[in-house]
C-alpha cells in the first residue's frame, strides 16, 4: 500500500511539472520504477498505459485554457504516434547506451540555448505567429515518438525546446501542444508494447496509482502555464533541459564521473538556473512596469487630444 501511494504522489508530481513545463512525467516516473528493479520495457509499458489518461485529461485541461495549436497537435503527433510504436516494438533489442548520451548532448545545447535566450532577452517575437512547417515537425516527432518509447520518456525533452528555439510558438502553447499530442504518443506506444510484451511485467495496481495522481495535478498545472509569463516559463524549462541531460551525460560511458563531481555539477547548474529565474521574473517586471507607463501615457494624450477638440470652436 506505501509503494502504491507513493507511485501516486510521483504521478502527481510528474506531471504537475509535465503540464507546466512540457516534460519530465515519463522520465521522473520510469526512473522510480527502473529503481525498484523493474525491467525498461515493462516499466516504459507501465507509464505509457498511466499516460493515454493523463495526457487526455491534461490535453483537455490546456485545451480548456486556450493553451493549445491544433494544427501543431496533428503535424507532430501523428508522426510521433508512429515513431513511439516503432520504439515500443524494437526496445527489448534495442541497445541505447549509445544513443542516449548523443541524444542527452543535442538537448543538453537545445537546451542552453532556451535557457540563455528567455533569459537575456525573453520571448522571441520577430517569429511569434508564423506557421511551423510540416517539414520541420513531422521528423522531430518521429525522433520524440521513438525516444519516448525507448527510453520511458522524451516527448517533451526533445519536443518542446526545440519548438521553443524556433521561436514561432509562444511557450504556453508549445507546453500545450506538447502535452495534447501526447495522447497520441502514448496510445501508440501502449500498442506497441502491448503487442511485443503482452501483459509480462505490468502491474495493473501501478498504472493505476501513476495515473490517479496525474489527473490530479493536470488542470492545475494547465492553470499555472496559462498565468507564469513566457520569459519566466522559458527560463524554468530551459532549466529543467540542461539539468536533466547534464545527469545523463555524467552517468554516461563518455565521462563516468564520480558522486563528488556529479554532486558539485548540479550545485553549479542548479545555483545558475535559480539566478537565470530570479533575473528573469526581474526583467519582466521592468518591462510590466514600462508597457504601464506608455500606457498611462497614451491615456494622458488621448485625453488632451479630446480636450483640445472639444475647446475648438464648431
Known sequence: MRKLVLLALVGLGAQLVDGSLGMAYGVTSTTLLLAIGTNPAAASATVHLAEIGTTLASGASHWKFGNVDWKVVIRIGIPGAIGAFAGATFLSSLDTSVAAPVMSLILLALGIYVLVRFTVKGLRRDR????LRRRFLTPLGLVAGFVDATGGGG???VGTPAILASGRLEPRKVIGSID????LVSVAASAGFLLALGSAGIDTAWVVALLV?????APIAAWLVRHIP???LGSAVGGVIVLTNSRTLLRSDWIDASDSTRTLVYLVLAAVWAGAVAWSVRAYRGELALERELADLEAELATDDARKGAAEPA
Not at 495534447?180 to 495522447?183: D, H
Not at 495522481?213 to 495535478?217: E, H, N, P, R
Request: aromatic share 10%; hydrophobic share 35%; charged share 10%.
Open 180 to 183: 495534447t499530442s501526447e495522447f
Open 213 to 217: 495522481g496525474g489527473l490530479i495535478a
Open 128 to 131: 511569434l505567429g508564423q506557421p
Open 230 to 232: 513566457p520569459r519566466v
Open 155 to 157: 516527448w517533451g525533452p
